[in-house]
């Protein structure tokens, strides 16, 4: 039989190896669901969702339309109220780290302010906080360094490529320096060309910033390239049929979808993208 002290001594190291876990989880899922009241009947958007994601991890979330890839955003951004299971982000609730600002949103569109200046835009969140005006510009000075808009602080929006404006978008979401960063399909309206390149630059902010990233996409490439993890989803109910952790280097030439181990991943998610279909 155990001592009382080696019991306490096992409790102690259990207690510290919790600590330790939940230090480094920026988002904590378990059986997770949502159902939105209609007029037509109830609507399933999420079921037994079990999902955790490390700090610094790049998790992008690939499925068909409907499936609830943004649903699982909202619910992580305490815009949406789960029905059922927990939700955690930073070991707090959803609604808590919203007021605490751990995240940036980063929408499908740009949602840039037509009458502010890329630097009133991106400085714009830091007004609602209260940032002293000599931070502001220090802030923004600083992200619009992190994506390559030096120099336009003065432009307008309309002043700038559709590429340009998500990257102040990005922008924006960072100037308060979240830990999270919730993308949902930023560069799903761009042609091929220029997601290529900002899917350059997006890795290397991120390798930057060691933010943790939560990337929405319809794209088996993008998803392959940017990501440490890929969360594939099957249509609604929104389920969870296959967790793939890329063994892909950080660093990622475009050239690296050529490769035997890009294309084996593409074709991994390919398969969990048709098993969610024929599940249904």
């Known amino acids: 039989m155990p001592t009382v002290a080696e019991l306490a001594a096992k409790a102690f190291v259990e207690e510290e190896v919790a600590t330790e876990r939940n230090a480094s989880v920026a988002v904590d899922a378990h059986d997770l669901n949502l159902t939105f009241q209609t007029n037509d009947g109830p609507v399933h958007a999420l079921k037994d969702v079990n999902l955790t994601i490390r700090k610094g991890d790049f998790v992008s979330f690939i499925g068909p339309s409907g499936c609830g890839k943004t649903t699982f955003l909202r619910c992580i951004a305490g815009l949406e109220q789960p029905t059922g299971g927990k939700l955690s982000v930073n070991g707090m609730t959803p609604d808590e780290a919203r007021r605490a600002r751990a995240y940036g ?151 690296i979808r050529d490769t035997p181990e890009f294309i084996a991943i593409a074709h991994r998610v390919r398969d969990g993208l048709r098993a969610g279909h024929d599940d249904v």
């Open 105 to 255: 949103y980063v929408f499908q569109a740009a949602g840039l302010y037509p009458w502010r200046t890329i630097g009133g835009n991106v400085r714009l969140p830091l007004e609602i906080m209260g940032f002293s005006t000599a931070e502001q510009a220090e802030r923004v000075a600083r992200v619009l360094a992190l994506v390559d808009l030096e120099g336009f602080e003065k432009k307008f929006p309309w002043q700038l490529s559709g590429g340009m404006q998500q990257r102040a978008s990005i922008a924006r979401a960072l100037a308060f320096d979240a830990d999270v960063l919730l993308m949902d399909e930023p560069f799903g309206a761009l042609d091929e060309i220029v997601r290529d390149h900002l899917n350059e630059q997006l890795l290397q902010l991120w390798a930057r910033t060691q933010k943790t990233i939560a990337f929405v996409t319809h794209s088996i490439p993008e998803a392959v390239y940017l990501s440490t993890k890929i969360v594939v989803m099957s249509p609604r109910p929104g389920r969870i049929t296959d967790v793939i952790d890329s063994p892909l280097p950080k660093e990622r030439p475009l050239d």
